[in-house]
């Protein structure tokens, strides 16, 4: 259900996340590059940290954005930053690398925002090509929604319904059957069910099922204790 934890520290409370993926759908960026094509990145003369090569940073910060509706423009920035230090060739190079991982259509959104907020130097024959997609314009427009959801001073999910349309648009980000099965499952099922009702593995596809009644219960319950 997940791809990462967080612990904090009691006394300096600093946070750290452990990964074990990338993602919390499996099937939405192809992984087997990542250590193979991994570079060290100095920090100091003898520190260095491992990081992404450009060809998966790419495709990574676009999926990630693309699935938070790039509500924060800091993360369009990001990426910004990577493409403008990439030529031509190079940002069509980045392009091709992340629909050979399957986030194609992510880094397509990506490039038209980039272009259109931060004025990203894109090829413009591609530019065009991207265009005349009817699904990337809903996805950029919904991404533009996102960005000034509130005035861009509250995010879309303290909005009411502010999240409908994000929520939707992701399932437009793949084209794998696997994809969407495992997108449908992750908003069929509830973290707060899991921990409330422990299932053994063989009846764990009754947690979409029983989502509806345990909400209710738990809000017929929390109803409850206020009133006493």
Avoid at 17 to 23: A, G, I, K, P, S
Avoid at 35 to 42: D, F, K, L
Avoid at 114 to 132: F, G, K, N, S, Y
Avoid at 139 to 144: G, K, R, V
Wanted: hydrophobic share 45%; charged share 20%; with cysteine.
């Amino acid at each position: 259900m997940r791809r990462d934890f967080g612990y904090v520290h009691e006394e300096s409370q600093v946070e750290i996340e452990l990964h074990w993926r990338l993602f919390g759908n499996p099937y939405f960026m192809a992984e087997t590059s990542l250590i193979a094509s991994s570079r060290i990145v100095p920090l100091t003369g003898a520190i260095g940290m491992r990081t992404l090569a450009d060809e998966d940073l790419f495709p990574y910060l676009c999926a990630h954005g693309a699935l938070h509706w790039w509500y924060q423009l800091k993360w369009l920035a990001d990426v910004g930053a990577l493409l403008a230090g990439a030529s031509t060739d190079g940002v069509e190079r980045l392009y091709g690398a992340a629909e050979a991982r399957g986030v194609g259509r992510a880094a397509a959104l990506a490039l038209l925002l980039c272009q259109r907020l931060l004025r990203t130097t894109v090829p413009d024959h591609l530019i065009a090509t991207l265009r005349e997609s009817a699904t990337l314009r809903w996805l950029e427009a919904t991404a533009l929604k996102a960005m000034t959801a509130g005035n861009s001073e509250i995010e879309p999910r303290d909005i009411s319904f502010g999240t409908t349309r994000g929520n939707l648009s992701c399932f437009l980000l793949s084209r794998s059957w696997r994809y969407w099965l495992a997108e449908l499952t992750g908003h069929a099922t509830c973290e707060t069910d899991v921990l409330t009702l422990l299932l053994p593995k063989q009846l764990r596809f009754l947690y979409p099922i029983l989502r509806v009644p345990l909400w209710l219960w738990r809000h017929s319950s929390h109803r409850i204790r206020s009133l006493r």
